[in-house]
Every structure is written in structure tokens, then in C-alpha cells.
């Protein structure tokens, strides 16, 4: 299965930056994390980091051809699943197979962040 996710422009490749940060971008970071850590294909375009991939996907640059609003958009082989936000855990859990618990965070639990010091 190939999961792509075509977001609206955001200050980062991520969104996961600036003052505060959008929970909702983190946990669909969370969850992009945990698939591909299971052998998902998955990947997330930024339209202001990567405008390229939304030029060169002939169906998602038919769905934005009348707005942006349908992004968040989410294709899974192909072929689109989702407009206009992302995939709950629910929707997630029922698409892979996997268990809802894999997506969802403990209670307590702190989110994890990797730092690359890489020059």
C-alpha cells in the first residue's frame, strides 16, 4: 500500500515549527512515523516545499484546480481517500489492519522528538 498525503503550504516541510505547534500536525506525524517504522510506503508533500509533486500527480492537480480547500488530501494506491483533513486513527487503524492503539498516544506519554546534530 503507498499513502500520500498532499498538505497545504506550510512554513516547513512538516509543520511541526514556528511558536506553536498544531497538535493535529503532530499526531499525523506520529502516525506517518509508526507506519513507516511497519514497512509503510508513506509520504507527505508540503505545497509551498514541494509544489513539483502536486504539478506532477495528474489527479491531485485536478482536485485543486477549483481551490485549495481539499487539501489536506490523502491518496492510498492512487487514488484519493480523503479531501479537506486528514485521516483520523480510526480511519487509519481500518485502512492498515493495524490496531488503533499503535496510533494513539499513552496518557502521560511525552512526544518524542529526534534532533539530528549532523554538520
Do not use: W
Not at 499526531?27 to 509520504?43: N, W
Not at 488503533?100 to 502521560?108: N, S, T, Y
Request: proline content about 7%; hydrophobic content about 40%; some cysteine.
Amino acid at each position: 500500500m503507498k499513502l500520500e498525503v498532499f498538505e497545504p503550504a506550510m512554513c516547513c516541510p512538516t509543520g511541526l515549527c514556528g511558536p506553536s505547534i498544531d497538535p493535529e500536525l503532530t499526531r499525523v506525524a506520529t502516525i506517518h512515523y509508526v507506519l513507516q517504522q511497519r514497512g509503510f510506503d508513506v509520504s507527505r508533500y508540503n505545497l509551498a516545499s514541494e509544489p513539483n509533486r502536486f504539478v506532477q500527480n495528474t489527479i491531485v492537480q485536478a482536485e485543486i484546480m477549483n481551490g485549495l480547500d481539499v487539501l489536506p488530501m490523502t491518496l492510498v494506491n492512487g487514488k484519493v481517500v480523503k479531501r479537506g483533513a486528514y485521516l483520523t486513527n480510526e480511519e487509519m487503524a481500518e485502512l492498515t489492519g493495524l490496531p488503533i492503539a499503535a496510533f494513539a498516544k499513552q496518557d502521560g506519554e511525552k512526544p518524542k522528538v529526534r534532533i539530528s546534530l549532523k554538520k
